[in-house]
């Protein structure tokens, strides 16, 4: 089985919304408008939280594509 992290560098949110537009079952808005990603830990500089389907990793895909600046990545985990 194929796994993934999905590493969130929150601090660089601009508050669009869009993450959690496309994939609520991961992402939301917190608080103070910034997106959170769901049942995540912090990791130094980001949040982490790993997945093993291939549904999330491409709806997970398609929020990180959707970002305007690029704060959410895939990582697979060998």
Not at 41 to 56: G, L, M, P, T
């Amino acid at each position: 089985m194929i796994k993934y992290n999905i590493l969130h560098y929150k601090e660089d949110c601009i508050s669009c919304g869009a993450c959690a537009a496309i994939c609520p079952d991961f992402w939301e808005m917190d608080e103070e408008g910034m997106a959170h990603l769901k049942e995540s830990h912090k990791v130094e500089d980001h949040w982490e939280r790993q997945i093993n389907s291939e549904d999330s990793r491409a709806r997970n895909q398609e929020a990180a594509e959707a970002c305007p600046v690029n704060i959410i990545k895939l990582q697979k985990i060998d």
